[in-house]
Structures are given as C-alpha cells and as structure tokens.
C-alpha cells in the first residue's frame, strides 16, 4: 500500500491550551493555508497524528492521547530525559559557540566516545547529522586512499546528500530514471532469509564477501580503484538484516587488499542498541572498521553526530591542505547533552535493558511466527527487531498490504509501529532504549490480534502436522 504525499495545512484555530499559546498564534496569523516540502511523507499520511509531547517511550497528541513508540531510535534514552535536557539548558544558559575555542566539554566528550570504541579509532570528527557524517567519512576515504569508488549494500540507506543518496540504493532505485554512478557498485545485502545465500548455506559470509571481491576485480578490469566499503553496521531501511558472523572481517580483507577502507555506519544501531555490545559492528568478532559515523541516538534528539577514524587516515585528510571545520560541530551545549546521554545510558543499565527486553521481545514474536503463517521469519539484535511478514513460506511472497493495515491497525490502539525493507513488509522495532516487558507484551498481544483477524479474512491457516519418515510429528512451517 504506497503512501501518498501529504501537504502539512494549518487553518486558523483557537486557542484551547495556554501552554500552546505561541504555536497557535502563529497559526492564526496565516490568512491562507500553505504547503510544507511536498517531498515529505509523514508517518501514517492517511490520518496523521499531531504530537505535542512525549516522555520516555510515550508520546502524547493534541488531545492527551498517549501513543507507545516503537519508532524513535532517535530518542535513544526517552523522549524529553531529565537529565539530558538539564544537561542541555544549563550549558545553554552558560555558553554556546562553534569549535574554534577551546571548551573542556569537547575534549571531555572526545574522551568518553573514544573509551567505548577499539583503541586504534582514536580520532573525532563533530558534525550535526548522519549524513553530514557519512559524507565526511567519504571524504576521508577518498583523500586517505587517493581512489574514487565506493562498494554500498543493496538496500543501503546513508543519507540525504547528493554524495549519500548516489550510494543509498534505497533512495535511488525509487527514481524511474536514475542513472546509477559508475563510481558506485552495489553488493548482494547478506540477507539470510532472502537473500541469495540463506541460512541453509554451508558458508554464507564468505559467499557474500565473494560477491564484494568479484565488485573490486571488475573495477579494476575498467581501470577503477575503490577507496570504501561502507555498510551499516546492521541493515535498517534493508529489513532489519543481521549479516552473516565473519562476513565484515571476510569484506575487509578483500578491501583492504584493493588499497581501500572499511566504513561502518552506525548512525541507527550504535550505542547499545544490540545489547550484548555498545557498537552493532562488534557482533563481528574481532572486527574494527577503519571509519565508524555515528549519529541519531548521539544526542537523543539533539542534532550532533560524530565520525571516528585512525590517526593514519586523519593525517592523510589534515595533508591535503583543506582546512576542515563545522561551525556547530563539537559545541558546548552538543558535548553536554552527548555526554549525558553516555551518563543515562550507564546509570540506567540501557545496554542491558536492550539485550533482556530484546530477548522477551524475538521470544514473543517467534511465538507468533509458530502461530500464523503470514509471519515469516524472526530477526534482531537487542532492541533492533524485525518480523519479515510474507503470504507463501516456500515462494517468501511479500505480505506488504498486510504489513501497512497492521501499522495502521496498531496506531489505531495508540502503538505506532513501521514497516520498511524493500517490499515494507518487515514490522521494525526500534524503540526508546527504556521499552519494557511491560511494552513489548502489549505490542505483541496488540499484533497477535490483528494477525489472527488478517487471516481469518484471507483464509490463511498454518500447515497442517505431517509425519517424518522415522514416523515422529513434525509441524510444516516451510
């Protein structure tokens, strides 16, 4: 089901809240209604929800209603944390400048990043945003290797640059006629349930990194030399896609070998995310990048991101002779909040949270999965969950409707859920790292339902038991 554009109209209204005084008289002074970027979808288009407030993993509506967030992993520790927002206003109050002067709060944020990444990322780069990121890191890349191509994902999303959306396939394979740039070369996504190497594959990793090898060999047959590698650390936008265990140390080496770098993208999984690591690339064990980008759940909200990267490749950008600097990048009030939301995240046990709420969470949906048949596979890491829906098991059909009237459905009981990959069949869980058992059981509870009603109309039941040639019970789930 596309979603339409929606164009944002404010008609005059009344004042019905004193705490909403300004914002409604601003309203009002608009004689005529007026469009807002109509290249901009809003979540839930059909019926949009204006959000006034939120706390924790809640956010409220004009009218109070209270909505469970299951979206924002932009809002990493809670929506509107005391701690971040005190840490925010009393820097505020003090000082707030670009990164030309010296300010303890820099360096003391510096230091505290570098503390949870491998001793050889020892260098900081502070931007505003994930893209601003990512495209630094391209740079880097570029003038550290002195070679132009760039290796991306299928499916890969980095960015809304004219430098990322030319290595997003995400973005670029919307537009009809895009002409795909011959610097960039797109690789399988290690999907193991969709993919052209599955689960069943005696050596999937080294099957896909293959595939990123045989990219370097014909670049080189046109006389081009790749300077990056670049893969979120755990596919978003893809469909939640869980690579392969040695498939990144499988890649490096093959981009490594081919004089290029190994970026790591973690702008929607990194800082805890996963549970069992503070960064989503260190699920590859024994693997550090040569670049890592950071953003989104850096400042809870707050626009900072970050990039990271050895003292070799920062001196090869400083020897270019082109001065780097961001004039918001690395400021006081940006620092204070980062630093607070590394404080939340240790205070509050975050990390730990994600590992056991993400565990009950993939434990409920596999229930469901043995339950209903549109549900076709299970997948995630902490609180960074997918539930692939398909209508055929065997054939992995695309539930994409079904998908979208369960979103809907849910937002209807005040759960705001998304479905993204490249048929938005997949339901993603991305929540506020303070999600609870309490939250993941209604969510569950909320779907179940829905599932129940979608195949009762559709007709769909789950395979009937068959017997086993040792003549044992086995249920049918493929």
Same mark, same amino acid.
Do not use: T, W
């Given at each position: 089901m596309a979603?339409? =554009? @929606?164009s944002a109209h404010f008609p005059a209204t009344k004042n019905q809240d004193d705490h909403h005084d300004h914002q409604l008289l601003q309203y009002q002074c608009i004689k005529t209604p007026f469009s807002f970027s109509p290249s901009c979808k809003v979540f839930f288009s059909h019926d949009p929800i204006k959000i006034v407030r939120a706390k924790g993993q809640y956010m409220y509506d004009e009218n109070g209603v209270r909505y469970l967030d299951c979206i924002n992993n932009v809002a990493h520790v809670?929506?509107?944390?005391?701690? =971040? @927002?005190k840490a925010g206003a009393e820097q505020m109050e003090l000082l707030n400048t670009n990164s030309r002067f010296l300010h303890d709060n820099l360096v003391q944020y510096a230091q505290r990043l570098q503390a949870t990444l491998p001793e050889k990322l020892s260098v900081?780069?502070?931007?505003n945003s994930g893209s601003e990121a990512n495209d630094l890191a391209l740079r880097l890349a570029w003038e550290y290797t002195?070679?132009?191509?760039?290796?991306t994902l299928d499916n890969a999303y980095h960015g809304h640059v004219?430098?990322?959306i030319n290595i997003s396939p995400y973005k670029f394979?919307?537009?009809?006629?895009?002409?795909q740039s011959k610097s960039v070369h797109v690789a399988l996504s290690p999907d193991l349930y969709r993919g052209n190497y599955r689960q069943d594959h005696p050596d999937p990793a080294t099957a896909y990194a293959d595939d990123v090898n045989n990219l370097i060999q014909k670049a080189h047959e046109k006389g081009h030399k790749v300077a990056a590698f670049i893969a979120e650390s755990l596919q978003s936008c893809g469909g939640q896609v869980i690579p392969p265990a040695g498939y990144f140390q499988k890649v490096a080496q093959h981009v490594h070998q081919a004089g290029g770098l190994f970026i790591a993208d973690e702008v929607q999984v990194g800082f805890g995310r996963v549970g069992t690591h503070f960064w989503a690339f260190q699920l590859q064990e024994d693997f550090v990048p040569d670049i890592v980008t950071m953003g989104k759940p850096i400042g809870n909200g707050h626009p900072m991101s970050c990039v990271v990267t050895t003292r070799e490749v920062a001196e090869a950008f400083k020897n270019s002779g082109m001065e780097y600097f961001n004039t918001f990048g690395g400021n006081p009030v940006s620092c204070a909040i980062g630093l607070a939301v590394l404080d939340v995240i240790e205070k509050e046990d975050l990390q730990g949270n994600a590992l056991r709420v993400g565990g009950y969470l993939m434990r409920l949906l596999e229930q469901q999965k043995e339950k209903h048949p549109l549900v076709g596979d299970?997948?995630?890491?902490?609180?960074?969950?997918?539930?692939?829906?398909?209508?055929d098991r065997v054939k992995l059909t695309p539930a994409t409707a079904e998908a979208q009237d369960i979103i809907y459905k849910l937002k209807e009981q005040h759960i705001l859920l998304s479905a993204d990959g490249p048929h938005r069949n997949v339901l993603k869980f991305k929540p506020p790292m303070c999600f609870s058992e309490e939250d993941a059981d209604m969510v569950v509870e909320k779907i179940d339902q829905i599932l129940t009603d979608i195949e009762k109309a559709l007709g769909l039941q789950m395979p009937s038991t068959v017997h086993t040639e040792n003549g044992s019970h086995k249920r049918n789930v493929n």
């Open positions: 979603q339409e =554009v @929606v809670g929506h509107s944390h005391p701690m =971040v @927002v900081c780069y502070f931007v002195g070679h132009k191509d760039v290796i004219s430098s990322l394979h919307q537009l009809a006629n895009a002409e299970i997948r995630g890491r902490g609180l960074f969950v997918g539930a692939e829906l398909v209508r």
